[in-house]
């Protein structure tokens, strides 16, 4: 486990327990307690917890890794459903996306499609217009000419970037699309694809709503667990892109009609 899976293990361990003991951390995690301790120094200097005598608590405003440290975990993995997923996108398309690590690496293989970006633009319409309410990726896609940014508006989620509230839903409540890219905590067969914020839950839940095609990209650890908000059940889910690391769980989905995408 290098240092940015640490960080992003800590914090998790912190959202879920509220507090860290550095000597249980240690022993947990198979490292020293001055390795522990400089990991939660370094958070701390992030603001992203509290440190205390012999540990750590959970800061007021922060339980996550912001993306940017996130995506070093699993990025491989990421990186191929990305591809997979970009290469469901046809020329005019209409393509929706949440925020999130997996749903950044749909959006670079989207932006970076040969076909797209090198094909002159026919009447000066992009190559495929993206919406999201992902402020990361709004800010990382903007500058490709072939691809036109819409933004959603509304409050910004400091964990994801993601913009949620009233104003998210009205700009979503006017627009169709022709495919949702949607990133989740959890994707169970039974449960469907949930979030942990309520807030980010819903208003990912009416992106998948406006949408014909519904796609739901996750890597294989978010298979076959639960999160605290549901974004969609799981008959919404036209397609399930994922990594070959959970055969089992994708069984399940393929048993429930669901189209799964291995790679």
Same mark, same amino acid.
Do not use: W
């Given at each position: 486990?290098?240092?940015?899976?640490?960080?992003?293990?800590?914090? &998790?361990?912190?959202? &879920?327990?509220?507090?860290?003991? *550095?000597?249980?951390?240690?022993?947990?995690?198979?490292?020293?307690? $001055?390795? #522990?301790?400089?990991?939660?120094?370094? !958070? /701390?200097?992030?603001?992203?917890?509290?440190?205390?005598?012999?540990?750590?608590?959970?800061?007021?405003?922060?339980?996550?890794?912001?993306?940017?440290? +996130?995506?070093?975990?699993?990025?491989? &993995? +990421?990186?191929?459903?990305?591809?997979? $997923?970009?290469?469901?996108?046809?020329? @005019?398309? #209409?393509?929706?996306?949440?925020?999130?690590?997996?749903?950044?690496?749909? /959006?670079?293989?989207?932006?970076?499609?040969?076909?797209?970006?090198?094909?002159?633009?026919?009447?000066?319409?992009?190559? #495929?217009?993206?919406?999201?309410?992902?402020?990361?990726?709004?800010?990382?896609?903007?500058?490709?000419?072939?691809? +036109?940014?819409?933004?959603?508006?509304? *409050? /910004?989620?400091?964990?994801?970037?993601?913009?949620? @509230?009233?104003?998210?839903?009205?700009?979503?409540?006017?627009?169709?699309?022709?495919?949702?890219?949607?990133?989740?905590?959890?994707?169970?067969?039974?449960?469907?694809?949930?979030?942990?914020?309520?807030? &980010?839950?819903?208003?990912?839940? !009416? !992106?998948?709503?406006?949408?014909?095609?519904?796609?739901?990209?996750?890597?294989?650890?978010?298979?076959?667990?639960? $999160?605290?908000?549901?974004?969609?059940?799981?008959?919404?889910?036209?397609?399930?892109?994922?990594?070959?690391?959970?055969?089992?769980?994708? +069984?399940?989905?393929?048993?429930?009609?669901?189209?799964?995408?291995?790679?």
């Amino acid at each position: 486990m290098d240092r940015y899976e640490r960080h992003n293990t800590l914090l &998790e361990l912190l959202a &879920e327990r509220g507090r860290l003991d *550095v000597d249980d951390v240690a022993a947990e995690l198979s490292v020293s307690a $001055a390795t #522990v301790r400089r990991d939660l120094d370094h !958070l /701390a200097e992030q603001q992203l917890l509290t440190r205390t005598r012999g540990g750590a608590v959970a800061h007021s405003v922060s339980y996550g890794l912001p993306p940017r440290y +996130k995506s070093v975990g699993r990025s491989a &993995e +990421k990186q191929r459903i990305g591809r997979a $997923a970009a290469a469901l996108v046809d020329r @005019g398309m #209409v393509i929706g996306l949440n925020g999130g690590t997996t749903t950044a690496e749909v /959006a670079r293989a989207v932006a970076t499609r040969p076909d797209l970006a090198d094909m002159p633009h026919r009447g000066g319409e992009p190559a #495929v217009t993206l919406v999201t309410n992902a402020l990361n990726i709004a800010h990382e896609l903007a500058v490709r000419p072939h691809i +036109k940014i819409v933004t959603t508006g509304g *409050v /910004a989620m400091p964990q994801s970037y993601e913009l949620v @509230g009233p104003l998210a839903r009205h700009i979503l409540g006017e627009v169709s699309l022709d495919i949702a890219f949607i990133g989740a905590d959890a994707v169970d067969a039974e449960a469907g694809a949930s979030a942990h914020s309520e807030h &980010e839950a819903s208003i990912n839940a !009416l !992106l998948a709503a406006r949408a014909r095609r519904l796609v739901v990209v996750a890597d294989s650890s978010k298979l076959g667990t639960p $999160a605290f908000a549901r974004i969609c059940p799981t008959d919404a889910i036209d397609t399930l892109i994922t990594d070959t690391g959970a055969p089992e769980q994708a +069984k399940l989905f393929e048993d429930r009609g669901v189209t799964v995408v291995q790679v």
